[in-house]
């Protein structure tokens, strides 16, 4: 990890460069990088090698962060795709975007020793469609889950229940077109990592489309998911340029970088890591933005700024919007 230069909102601290290349401003977004969810996964997988000996599988990538898939496939994580690929009697663990009910049954059934790492949160979504349902009785909703096809967390939530009990809703437009059986027997449920413009909107035409729908007791978009997108508004419009740090297929990650766009920055850019970073894109850059999404490392933010302080005198600015405090217990047996 890079040193504590960029860290102190205080000083905004003047980082000298021997490269005579001008200044720079760097504005860093906060709260940005790991939420609890990831944290407490990526402990899952520690805990589970350090509790039963490499290897230990997990069941697709933890986290959508190539470099944190990386770095547990070197202390003795396994990634596959399918339970299959898991050799008898072994240890699996399922990632934080949850899985459909079909996994662990499966994972019982062959005698593999299973941790779940689905994030609480998500969990909460799967319990909330689980309510709904009511397990076909007179109180039973048809849900239209709000979501991206094919992500694995819209996979997980949807496999709870039974084919056909829920229907997704990818935007607008499809928010508009959707004709229920009952428009009377409706709820609603989103995936935690979309965005919250985005939503709001598709959520407020299901309520003028469908009155009497029933929404969650509490907002399925994740704190973190939530509190992030803020920090990118704080920025984006003194931003020439803002860089979100996350992997292509992290949805939270994609929405930041829209969210800037949309909130004044005049580009922004989602880089996995520094070596994927083309340097030319900073030519007339006198603002740069930089936030990570919630399941890229806050090493990859300080590797960054460390490599643009070799280029630039740096003024630092961190723009903290909310602070975090929230923790998730590991699962038994990992935990207390």
Known sequence: MADTLTLDPARQNEVPSGSGKGTLRVLLAGPRGFCAGVDRAIRVVEEAIKRFGAPVYVRHEIVHNRTVVEDLERKGAIFVEELDEVPPDGHVVFSAHGVPKSVPVEAQRRNLLYLDATCPLVSKVHREAERHFAEGGPDSRHILMIGHAGHPEVV?????LPAGAMTLIQDADEAR??????PHRLAFIT????????TAEIVAILRERFPDIEGPKREDICYATTNRQEAVKAIAPESDLVIVIGSPNSSNSQRLREVAERSGAKRALLVPKLADLDWNVLDGVETIGITAGASAPEALVQEMVKALSERYTLRIEERIVKEESVTFRLPSPLGP
């Open 191 to 198: 995936q935690t990592t979309l965005s919250v413009d985005d």
């Open 156 to 160: 997980g939530t949807m496999g709870q």
């Open 177 to 182: 077109r959707v004709q229920p059986d009952d």
